[in-house]
């Protein structure tokens, strides 16, 4: 067999007394898509920030291709597995080309005209070449959050985490940034997202993992999680989210 690419084991993470992750593990292969659900408060983004050690755990470790993430090298880690954040997390005073070059120019230490010229044909990949010099102030929500995802994919990540990366648009413009995300997905990238897009679930994912207070509760390729889910709690869950008025 071959070594997962990514590895969760046990991880436990608490705010206070408040448990928010209790016993979380799993692993996916090279290339896989991981789609996340579960109800507001479930644990899913602090599970993405805890994979990329943006938030500390009390217990459990990370494994990158078999290999634990050591708490000195996290800049390791972040070189590899790269994240595409809820609120974009743009820098408002550089053009949508400065923010995706800021990455390779100062952590990877490339030079100027390639970072450049790397930045100019990502920003075309995500359908943003005409945008290069626009500031974040003069770009819809989902332009910048096409911005971001080049500005990941320019570190040449191995992951990929997206953190509801639709959640703060505009109904309008959902559609644009899920079709850049299947179009990164389809070019083989690993990835894990937290979404409540569940159509993008069914049409890109691997494989749903399911989390409720804190746990996995049930996971399993879309069309058996979509059409038969094995515990009711998954069954209350996808019935409201998947019902046309979502109720």
Do not use: W
């Not at 067999?1 to 705010?15: D, R, V």
């Not at 090279?30 to 109800?39: A, D, F, N, Q, S």
């Not at 971001?148 to 703060?168: C, K, N, Q, V």
């Amino acid at each position: 067999m071959t070594t997962p690419i990514l590895e969760l084991k046990n991880i436990h993470k608490s705010f206070g007394d408040n448990a928010v992750l209790r016993g979380i593990s799993f692993s996916m292969e090279k290339k896989e898509r991981i789609v996340i659900l579960g109800p507001s408060g479930s644990g899913k983004s602090t599970l993405l920030r805890c994979i990329n050690h943006l938030e500390s755990f009390e217990e459990g470790d990370v494994f990158l291709r078999g290999k634990r993430v050591e708490e000195n090298k996290l800049h390791e880690l972040r070189m590899q597995v790269g994240m595409v954040f809820q609120r974009f997390n743009i820098f408002s005073h550089m053009t949508a080309l400065e923010n995706v070059i800021e990455g390779p120019l100062y952590v990877k230490k490339m030079n100027k005209e390639e970072a450049i010229a790397k930045g100019e044909l990502l920003l075309d990949r995500v359908g943003l070449g005409d945008k290069k010099h626009a500031k974040p102030s003069q770009l819809s929500g989902g332009q910048l959050q096409r911005v971001a995802i080049a500005r990941a994919l320019a570190m040449d990540p191995e992951i990929l985490l997206f953190d509801e990366p639709t959640s703060a648009l505009d109904p309008e413009l959902v559609g644009e940034v899920l079709q850049v995300m299947k179009s990164v997905a389809e070019e083989g990238m690993s990835m894990v997202v937290v979404t409540h897009e569940m159509g993008f679930a069914k049409d890109v994912a691997d494989r749903v993992i399911f989390m409720d207070e804190g746990v996995i509760v049930e996971e399993g390729p879309p069309d058996e999680m979509f059409t038969r889910p094995k515990t009711e709690r998954s069954r209350n869950f996808l019935s409201r989210v998947l019902s046309p008025m979502g109720e």
